[in-house]
């Protein structure tokens, strides 16, 4: 048997700054954003004042299948979330993060620290100064991209009007790559170069190497890495700086979605209805990573 | 001995400091801030002629104030949801610039506050009252109450470049009596080379732009208005609104007579100011704030040649007789004015700061950086035509947006609905029916009108 140090009520004395303060900034703010979701408040109008209670109908009103799709709502802004999610985290970061990773392994020299510095740089620039620099690079008529494709004879398109989507995907995987990059690369470093040697010596593909050395060792990482930056990107708000959620609310991410909602039109209710729900999906993320990082070490290969 | 006279020189000392320090305290001036004013004449108003003549009024009258005029730089739509936050946690400038149509919900909301409940009998004893026209009071007005002072009024018109229309052979002045004029031309200058003759404001992204000088322009020319103030409803559905958006369809979509783009980028509204300014543009529809702001030379996008070039025609109905009330030619109002932060520190000076401000002097100060038709009538206009012109012609056909607090959302649907149409998502008709379900939604069934019959 063997007694704690500290009797229970001076641990209770001692851990209670932190139970105040995530009472305080996490709780709190949690039960009264589920609370002003079930009420009209808004911020200006007769509302603001005396908001009614409204139960559920401001998450009715969200999930109207009538509706749901149509540009400018939920189930719409949903969808866009999730293409921008898949293509730009889990396709763009991680595979272009992967890739880079893989080429640059057990490499060093010039050309390696040019590029990972330039992927850190990207990822730790302030959000307006890369918006003004994507503006610039996106423009139809004076941009350096489409200076680069009409060169090339390749046309002139109006990237955020008409690809907008596809814009901001590529903005994010170019502004985030950096984080899978040294994850991976790390991850790398840290398999025996034994493995591969050896596996060079009785004649193995590249393709085998991958896909019995390399992946089955990563996976863990990888498994951290996706869920990770899914979260993130999930709730990224730097592509408004670029599009504004437009034209025509087609790149409207949720965040933006809700931002618009109860801060630009002021229904704060309806807006807070909108967050419990973002903030229900990102549970649920986080609670896939969370169990992922515990069955870690039974991911690890045995032998 | 010594230590005697040490000992008074301290106390004399220390009566001395006491002494200095009540009478700092006394002239210690307060600051009042001044906020939601953009760059140009306006601010330059308030920095170069307020300042300088309310310190010294307000010193002589013993409450010495320190007056700083904070510059907006954003659009007047960014502004409202800053002051929207602030008033909402009780903060903000002690004077605050504000958009005439924003007061009915903000007074709902209880954000503002009138202003002799702010600051008391001194403003029911200002003598500038008697000064200010009727129409002019009620601009920051709601329900009979007084809630700041406008600095004036303004109405919209299609500003047009005399020069291009020469090039494409159209006689100058030109007064367009129909839709059809007005896209006529559009054709005639497109085929002479001009690459988006016409500027009609949509989408959303311009915010309460789109509605005022685009969609109410059109919609006014076809008849109607937003709402009735008649019956008190609003309407959702008429042949009026799908006219107006048939309008913008035809003018970006089939006849490309305007730029789709501008209508859609985030800072579209700078993109077509630019392009008239350059001359690829050549009508554009815009307030007379377009003429004294925007294209003014030094204006952000200053034409030095304007007084040459730039010429206004009223906005014609759809067909003549055929506008809003009967009307050949229609144009809507609006205002701005600065209104008292009712969470201000100091009322009695920001009250008097205010005062200071709308005196005659001061007025008389900004009409010299600016000539326009100012709040009280001892200050004219001086020395420009085209905005005397504007007063005496076009603002007799005027109107105003229904003063009602949830005019701000139906107007949203408003822009959308555009936007809509104008980047090929819906048909007129489906646009229309969007419309009508997000604003029944708003302000509930009872309080719409369909007039399409089915």
């Not at chain 1, 700086?241 to 965040?255: D, H, I, M, N, V």
């Not at chain 2, 010294?56 to 700083?68: E, F, K």
């Not at chain 2, 700041?148 to 919209?156: E, F, K, Q, V």
Request: aromatic letters at 10%.
């Amino acid at each position: 048997m063997q007694r704690s140090i500290l009797s229970r009520r001076i641990s209770v004395l001692f851990a209670s700054p932190a139970f105040i303060f995530i009472a305080l900034f996490l709780i709190y703010p949690f039960v009264s954003i589920i609370f002003i979701s079930m009420t009209n408040r808004t911020l200006v109008g007769a509302t603001a004042q005396n908001p009614d209670f409204v139960g559920l109908d401001n998450y009715i009103r969200l999930f109207e299948p009538s509706r749901w799709m149509n540009r400018g709502e939920m189930g719409f802004s949903l969808y866009i979330t999730v293409q921008f999610v898949i293509g730009s985290a889990l396709i763009g970061q991680a595979g272009l993060g992967l890739l880079i990773a893989t080429l640059f392994q057990r490499r060093k020299g010039f050309i390696r620290e040019l590029v990972f510095s330039l992927a850190v740089a990207v990822w730790i620039a302030p959000d307006v100064v890369v918006a003004f620099a994507w503006f610039a690079f996106l423009d139809p008529f004076d941009g350096t991209l489409n200076a680069i494709l009409g060169a090339l004879g390749l046309g002139q398109p109006d990237w955020l009007l008409k690809y907008p989507l596809l814009s901001i995907i590529f903005f994010n995987t170019w502004r985030g790559t950096a984080f899978s990059m040294l994850l991976f690369s790390s991850a790398l470093s840290s398999i025996p170069p034994s493995y591969m040697e050896t596996a060079d010596v009785v004649g193995a593909s590249t393709l085998q190497k991958l896909r019995d050395i390399l992946l089955p060792l990563l996976r863990p990482y990888i498994a951290t890495d996706l869920i990770l930056i899914t979260l993130w990107t999930f709730n990224t708000f730097t592509p408004f700086l670029l599009t504004g959620g437009g034209p025509a609310y087609r790149t409207e991410l949720l965040s933006i979605y809700t931002y618009r909602t109860g801060l630009q039109f002021f229904e704060i209710g309806k807006g807070s209805a909108i967050a419990v729900i973002v903030m229900l999906i990102n549970l649920v993320l986080a609670s896939v990573y969370l169990i992922s990082l515990r069955s870690r070490p039974l991911e690890q290969p045995s032998d | 001995m010594l230590h005697k006279s040490l000992r008074i020189l301290g106390l004399g000392l220390l009566a001395l400091v006491l002494a200095s320090g009540v009478l700092v305290s006394a002239q210690e001036p307060v600051e009042i801030t001044i906020t939601g004013t953009a760059s140009g004449a306006g601010f330059d108003w308030l920095a170069t002629v307020v300042k300088p003549l309310c310190e010294a009024q307000l010193s002589d009258a013993g409450m010495p104030v320190t007056i700083s005029p904070v510059e907006w730089v954003g659009s007047g739509d960014d502004f409202r949801q800053q002051v929207v936050l602030d008033l909402g946690v009780g903060q903000g400038g002690d004077i605050l610039n504000l958009d005439g149509f924003w007061i009915p919900e903000f007074v709902e909301a209880g954000l503002v506050k009138p202003l002799r409940e702010v600051a008391g009998d001194a403003v029911m004893e200002w003598d500038g009252w008697d000064q200010i026209p009727e129409g002019l009071k009620t601009i920051l007005g709601f329900q009979g109450e007084i809630y700041g002072i406008a600095s004036g009024t303004d109405a919209r018109v299609i500003w047009y470049r005399a020069d291009l229309f020469e090039q494409a052979g159209i006689d100058v002045p030109w007064t367009p009596t129909s839709w059809e004029d007005v896209l006529e031309a559009a054709r005639t200058l497109k085929a002479a080379g001009v690459e988006w003759p016409l500027q009609l404001n949509a989408g959303t992204s311009m915010g309460e732009a789109t509605t005022m000088q685009g969609y109410l322009m059109a919609l006014l020319g076809a008849g109607q208005h937003i709402y009735d103030f008649e019956t008190g409803k609003w309407i959702v559905r008429s042949q009026a609104i799908l006219d107006t958006l048939n309008l913008y369809n035809d003018i970006y979509n089939i006849e490309e007579l305007g730029s789709q783009r501008f209508q859609l980028a985030q800072n579209g509204r700078d993109l077509s100011f630019e392009s008239f300014s350059q001359g690829n543009t050549a009508m554009l529809v815009e307030g007379d704030y377009f003429w004294r702001s925007i294209v003014v030379p030094g204006g952000n996008f200053g034409m030095d040649n304007r007084d040459e070039v730039v010429r206004f025609a009223p906005m014609p109905a759809e067909e003549p007789g055929m506008g809003y009330n009967g009307q050949d030619f229609v144009t809507i109002s609006g205002g701005t004015g600065y209104s008292l932060n009712p969470n201000t520190a100091h009322p009695a000076e920001a009250w008097g700061v205010l005062a200071c401000m709308f005196s005659q002097e001061s007025l008389e100060g900004f009409n010299e950086l600016q000539p326009r038709i100012r709040a009280r009538v001892d200050v004219p206009v001086t020395g420009d035509t085209t905005m005397s012109a504007i007063a005496t012609e076009i603002l007799p056909l005027t109107t105003i947006r229904p003063p009602l607090p949830e005019y701000n959302r139906v107007s949203a649907e408003a822009q959308l609905m555009t936007e809509r149409v104008v980047s090929g998502e819906m048909t007129p008709e489906a646009a229309m029916d969007a419309y009508a379900t997000a604003v029944i939604d708003i302000v509930g069934e009872e309080n719409t009108v369909d007039m399409m019959g089915s």
